[in-house]
């Protein structure tokens, strides 16, 4: 039996023929690089907090997907002026769906949104406008296709991420990755260690070395 990954959506609102539906989305590449690599996935709603832990009982994985902005007050900041739109049922929903899958030690991987998810869940902060507050950063929201790669990150040598991108390096690498997103961890949380860094010192990547899998990064694999 393929094991079961969850990933997360976004809840967005379409106008199909002049009707307003909600519907709960994400990017097809999450499922199908998710089924081929020998898993069978499954999208998850935006439910509330308190059915987390219940959805996780379902599920032999997770996969935070990537999306929109978090709300800066899950980390008690003021809203910056390039705050994008917010989603606070998806915000409370994943934060619950971090702390659940980390008590269970279920296997978590976060992508983009997602790991900055994981930083925010366990007490962490973010940049909310990578462009004013880093103004020396390099360009984080790329107008490349998404198949393309813009900047590099190094990597840790002997971390878990390390281990999966080259498992014989003895040495930091480094790797080419593309890259779309104006937020990034700033303050990592309390379980995670940063394990990837792009040239101008944005953290790309956390693990949970307490945790049987639990790995963030910033950039897009699928």
Sequence with gaps: ???????????????PEGAIAVSTATHLSYARCVYDAGGLPLLLPNLPAADADEVLGCLDGLLLSGGGDLDPAHWGEAPHPALGLIDPVRDT???????????????????????QVMAVATGGALWQDIPTQCPDSLCHAQAAPR????????VVP????????????????????????????RVCGRIWQPVAHSSDGLIEALVAPAASFALGVQWHPE
């Design 158 to 185: 002997g971390s878990l991420l390390a281990h999966l991108l080259a498992p014989e390096a003895g040495e930091r690498i480094n790797i080419p990755v593309n890259s779309f997103h104006h937020q990034a961890p």
């Design 1 to 15: 039996m393929r094991p079961r990954i969850g990933i997360t959506t976004s809840t967005l609102e379409r106008a």
């Design 93 to 115: 929903y994943e934060i619950a769906l971090v702390n659940a899958a980390l008590r269970r030690d279920l296997p978590l991987l976060g992508i983009c949104r997602g790991v």
């Design 147 to 154: 198949d393309t790669a813009t900047h590099a990150v190094t």
